[in-house]
């Protein structure tokens, strides 16, 4: 199988090896459900048995990349068991760190809203394009959430002076600053984000397949995101356990009611 053409991510594979990886529920900005967590690591399990495969561009329909998690499937999985709150946040951990560690170069092509998981998805990723159209935010905080399960790659990304602004302010940044601060690598005109991205690609298949494998995974022997079971145990628990206080149910419901969230104490 070389292609997947329906559900929320689309997936092929050109002739010179290059994969495609599509995130497909524009019709809420590409945010992450279950489906769609399933549908990324169907990709990863089918990209991973593919022969010749040299590198993989992630990318999303519609207006935006990547709006992070559909809230409303987020309150929903709260209401169900701390089991299948775990299975859900132990999935979604999963599918970023296979994303993090796949041993060709993966290259995010970036537009419209990043938020999120999505800021996970392009820190895990090798190379980063912003269209200067971008924003972005690590907005868990906004909804009484918290976004441990992406922070190893995100402190990879941007460093944790950084990470400790904007995790706790859950604040929108636009392409330029993601630049400055690492979490992309150059911001295009948005006309021009595919053309940039054929361009990068150009120059990961010059060279060897090999050494890049063995590079790449150097790299990331010293980095943060290299994290053992025990730890990302740590992370997937208190990232469920986090969806089920108190504090995520009035987050949850200030967001399903436009309205700003009452905090308290207790």
Known sequence: ???????PVLWDIGARGVATVTL???EVNNAYNGAMIDGLLAALDALGKAAGLRAVVLKGNGKHFQAGADLKWINAVRK?????????????????????????????????GCFGGGTGMVAACDIVLAADNSVFSI??????????IIIPQLADAIGVRQLRRYALTGERFGAEEAC???????????????????RIVDHLL??????????????????WSDIGEKDV??????????????????????????????????
């Open 180 to 198: 400055r601060i690492g979490l992309a690598h150059s911001v295009v005109p948005h006309a021009e984000l595919e053309t940039e991205g054929a």
């Open 139 to 148: 907005a868990e905080v906004r909804w009484g959430l918290h976004a441990s």
């Open 80 to 112: 169900s068991s701390p089991e299948e709150n775990l299975r859900v946040s132990r999935a979604t951990a999963e599918a970023v760190q296979r994303l993090n560690m796949a041993p060709v170069p993966t290259v995010a092509l970036v537009h419209g």
């Open 24 to 26: 497909n529920r524009p």
């Open 1 to 7: 199988m070389t292609s997947n053409v329906h559900g």
């Open 233 to 266: 145990g740590a992370l997937v628990s208190s990232h469920a356990q986090k969806r089920q206080s108190a504090e995520a149910v009035e987050g949850l419901a200030s967001f399903a009611e436009k309205r700003a969230a009452r905090w308290q104490k207790g």
């Open 206 to 223: 010059a060279n060897g397949p090999e050494a890049i494998a063995e590079t790449k995974a150097w790299i990331l022997r010293s980095a």
